[in-house]
C-alpha cells in the first residue's frame, strides 16, 4: 500500500487545487526541504519516465556572494484539513485447489490525518533583492559538478508547512470463518469450522515545521550571471546553457535568450560518443509521434535495446544483482552509485555500490561503457520507484519471481498504456499462477504501489492513467534485473 505520508500530502495538494505545488513523498525530504533550498532534478534517458526531484543541502544563499540580510515579507496563509476514510468490504466464495473451502471475509479501513498548515510564499520585491548579489568567483566547486554532470538546478520558491505535528494513522482488520475440508494426506481428511481476525495499526508522528508540498523554478546560469525562469515551470530548458546570453534584466525577472550548442553533451553525464551509442536508436523515434501516441512496443524495444547492448558477463550480472540487492531500501546509495557512474574517472564509493564500480573497472574499454549504461538504466528505473517498491523487490529477488512480474505487469501495460480512462481489467489466470501466497501479497504490493487499487482476493482492477509512468518503470526494472538474474 502507498506511505501513509506519501498519501496524505497527495491528498492535501490535490485539496488545494495549485496544479504548480508538488507533494513531499517521503518523511526524509520533508524534513530537508525549506524555501530557497535547492532541488537537483535530471533529465532521465527514457522518455517513458522523469527521474524525481532531489533534495539538496545546499541553498540558494550558500551559492550567491555574501550580502545584507533580504527584506523577506514572506506570505502567510494558513488552514486546517482534516481526512477520515472508512472502508468496509465483504466477500464469500469456495476454493478447490488441494482444498475445498467456503468462507466469507470481511474487510475493515480506517484511515485519518489532521493537519494544520500554512503557505509560505516569497513576493517578487524578495527575488529583486536576491537578484543584486552575484556569483562568487571563483565557481563554487559545488555548481562546477552539477555543471560537469548536466543537472537542472530548481530553486524553491513556496512551501507547505505543518503547524502541528499530526499523527497519522492507519487501522485495518480483517475478519475471516468458515467451513474447511482440507487433505491432509491422502489417507486422512480434516473437517473444521474456524475464524479469525487479524489487526494491523500503524502511527506516524509527522514533525511540525515539515514542508508537506512545494513550488520550485528552475535556476538559470551564465558566466557571473544567473537568473530565475519564473513565468513557467519548464522542464526541457538547461540550468547550464552553452551559447545563453543576457538579453534583458529587470527588476521583475530575468530572461536568458538563445540556443543551445550543440557539441554540449546531453543531460545526465550521458555525453561520450559510446555512451550515446546504447541510446542512439532510440532517438531516431519522432518526438512528437512518441508524445502524442506513445505505444507499449516502443518501451519494450527501449528495454529489449539496453539490455541486448550490455551483454554481460555471468560475473558481472551476479555482482550487480546480489549488491543492488543489499542496496535496495537505501535511496541515498542508489542516488550516489548513479551519480558516480556520470563521471568520468569514477570516484570512490564504500559498501555494495564500490563492488559495483570495482567490477566495472575490471572491464575493457568499451564493455565497461555499456555496462554502465544498462546499470544507469536500471538505477533510474529505481529511483522512479517508491522506497515502498524498493523492499517489495528485494523480496521478489530473493524469492526468483521477478519474471512472472514482469509477464503481469506487461499484460496490464500492453492494453491500457494509451488508454485515458479509468476502465476495469482483469488479469489472466494463467498469469497469476506462478505468483500464489506471500508472492502474490508482494506482486499485488507493487501494483498497489503505482496507484493500482488490487485485492489479494480479486483478479480485478480498474486503470488508472497516472500508473502508466511508475508501471512503465517497474517493467524495465523487472526486466532488466530477471536478466541479470539469469547468473
Known amino acids: 500500500m502507498p506511505s501513509m505520508f506519501g498519501r496524505t500530502t497527495k491528498k492535501l495538494v490535490k485539496e488545494i487545487g495549485d496544479q504548480e505545488l508538488r507533494p513531499v513523498k517521503c518523511l526524509v525530504s520533508a524534513t530537508k526541504i525549506r524555501r530557497f533550498s535547492l532541488i537537483q532534478r535530471k533529465k532521465a534517458c527514457s522518455r517513458f519516465w522523469q527521474l524525481p526531484d532531489v533534495p539538496l543541502d545546499v541553498s540558494l544563499m550558500h551559492i550567491l556572494e555574501p550580502g545584507s540580510s533580504v527584506p523577506d515579507a514572506a506570505v502567510e496563509v494558513s488552514a486546517d484539513f482534516s481526512d477520515t476514510e472508512v472502508m468496509k468490504q465483504q466477500a464469500a466464495g469456495s476454493v478447490n485447489a488441494g482444498a475445498e473451502a467456503g468462507f466469507s471475509e470481511e474487510t475493515a479501513v480506517c484511515r485519518g490525518s489532521s493537519l494544520e498548515y500554512q503557505i509560505v510564499s516569497t513576493p517578487h520585491e524578495t527575488w529583486t533583492e536576491l537578484q543584486k548579489r552575484k556569483l562568487p568567483d571563483p565557481e563554487p566547486y559545488f555548481l562546477k559538478q552539477c555543471r560537469e554532470a548536466g543537472v537542472n538546478l530548481y530553486v524553491v520558491t513556496e512551501t507547505v508547512e505543518l503547524r502541528n505535528s499530526p499523527v497519522l494513522q492507519d487501522h485495518s482488520s480483517m475478519n475471516i470463518s ?91 553525464g550521458m555525453g561520450t560518443p559510446t555512451l550515446r551509442m546504447a541510446f542512439e536508436d532510440m532517438s531516431n523515434y519522432d518526438e512528437q509521434t512518441i508524445s502524442l501516441g506513445a505505444d507499449f512496443k516502443l518501451l519494450q524495444e527501449e528495454v529489449s535495446q539496453n539490455v541486448k547492448a550490455a551483454e554481460l558477463s555471468k560475473d558481472m550480472q551476479n555482482v550487480v544483482f546480489s549488491n543492488l540487492l543489499a542496496m535496495l531500501g537505501d535511496r541515498e546509495a542508489l542516488q550516489d552509485l548513479m551519480d558516480t557512474l556520470e563521471h568520468e574517472p569514477f570516484g570512490h564509493l564504500d559498501g555494495p555500490g564500490g563492488t559495483i564500480l570495482t567490477e566495472l573497472q575490471k ?43 514482469r509477464d503481469l505487469v506487461r499484460s496490464i501495460l500492453e492494453p491500457n498504456f494509451n488508454c485515458s480512462e479509468n476502465i476495469p481489467f482483469t488479469l489472466q489466470p494463467e498469469l497469476l499462477a506462478p505468483l500464489q501466497g506471500k508472492a502474490l501479497a508482494i506482486t499485488y504490493g507493487l501494483l498497489d504501489e503505482c496507484g493500482l487499487k488490487m485485492e489479494v482476493n480479486s483478479p480485478g482492477s480498474t486503470w488508472d492513467p497516472e500508473a502508466q509512468e511508475p508501471l512503465s518503470a517497474l517493467y524495465g526494472a523487472l526486466s532488466v534485473l530477471s536478466q541479470l538474474a539469469e547468473a
Open 178 to 268: 468458515g467451513k474447511f475440508s482440507i487433505p491432509l494426506n491422502i489417507f486422512v481428511k480434516g473437517e473444521g469450522q474456524g475464524g479469525g481476525l487479524k489487526v494491523r495499526e500503524k502511527k506516524l508522528t509527522v514533525p511540525k515545521g515539515s514542508v508537506v508540498a512545494y513550488k520550485r523554478k528552475q535556476l538559470v546560469f551564465k558566466e557571473k550571471d544567473w537568473g530565475i525562469h519564473h513565468i513557467a515551470d519548464d522542464d526541457d530548458r538547461e540550468t547550464f546553457p552553452a551559447g545563453f546570453k543576457i538579453m534583458r534584466k529587470s527588476d521583475e525577472q530575468v530572461i536568458f535568450l538563445g540556443g543551445m550548442d550543440p557539441a554540449a553533451p546531453p543531460m545526465g
Open 363 to 405: 572491464d575493457s574499454c568499451y564493455p565497461g561503457v555499456v555496462s554502465k549504461c544498462l546499470i544507469l538504466y536500471l538505477l533510474e528505473t529505481l529511483m522512479v520507484l517508491s522506497d515502498i517498491q524498493h523492499v517489495l523487490l528485494a523480496q521478489s529477488m530473493e524469492k526468483r519471481i521477478l519474471l512472472p512480474q
